[in-house]
């Protein structure tokens, strides 16, 4: 955690909070990914994830 630290510049919590919110994350997808990959075909996942990744691009960079 404390290279963590120096590399964005924020203290422990932050750095807590950001690990716990990725372990949930990962913990949500990987049954959710299971049943996608059931229920769509590849092309729909990909191009489903491209557009949901253009759509945060788009909204951070509004926020930025």
């Excluded at 510049?9 to 299971?34: D, E, R």
């Excluded at 769509?40 to 945060?56: D, I, K, N, R, Y």
Aim: aromatic share 14%; charged share 5%; hydrophobic share 55%.
């Amino acid at each position: 955690m404390p290279k963590l630290m120096t590399s964005f510049q924020v203290n422990a919590a932050t750095v807590q909070w950001l690990s716990t919110g990725y372990i949930l994350v990962v913990v949500v997808m990987v049954p959710l990914s299971a049943f996608l990959i059931r229920r769509f075909s590849t092309t729909q996942l990909f191009c489903g994830a491209l557009t949901l990744f253009a759509l945060g691009t788009f909204f951070c960079s509004i926020i930025s």
